[in-house]
């Protein structure tokens, strides 16, 4: 018995040059609206030294690697901390728990707040890189940017990890649908 792979999609139709490359109106609206369904982590990236600190609210981060330990974070080209974190070379990535919405809505740049404007009200120390890390954090993520890639409207950092910590316990904040939900814990025990 021999066996053969089929392609499903003909690899001269993979490649045709009749596929759009860039995206259209309505694509980037129902592309929109599609990842709106996709619940995900509330994290702060903060980059900078006081008092030029500057910040932003993501839900675009995810592990890269453990060994060696690496982290990606995403960022709008045209948002006012991109240019910053490039300058800054550290960031840090401070995933948020349930009661810290306002953070989430500060670094969101709800209200106009910028720069150092954003940090007010919360409480912030230092690990290795210099960059803010948020007291009372779920978890708290020290990288130097090992590489950044443009790619369309965004940029992917790539961070080495320098220190990470995490709180022993904790509810999450998440973003659904297009608003803050908490994600309580069922099980706080399972929590490592």
Known sequence: ????????????AAFSPKRAVGGSDALSHDFKSALRHLASGVSVITT??????TGFTATSVSSLSVDPARIIVSVNRHSSSHDALRRSG?????FLSADQIDIA???SGFGGLKGEARYAGAE???????????????????????????????????????????????????????????LIASDSAAIA
Do not use: K
Request: aromatic fraction near 8%.
């Open 124 to 182: 912030w120390s230092t690990l290795d890189s210099g960059a803010s890390v948020l007291e009372g954090a779920l978890a708290n993520i020290d990288a130097e940017i090992e590489e950044f890639i443009d790619r369309h409207s965004h940029s992917i950092v790539i961070g080495r990890v320098l220190a990470a910590r995490s709180a022993r316990s904790g509810d999450a904040l998440t973003y659904w649908r297009g608003r803050y939900d908490p």
């Open 105 to 107: 809505h500060a670094f």
């Open 48 to 53: 900078g030294l006081a008092p030029h600190r």
């Open 90 to 94: 550290v960031f840090a990535v401070n």
């Open 1 to 12: 018995m021999s066996l053969s792979l089929v392609s499903p999609v003909p690899l001269q």
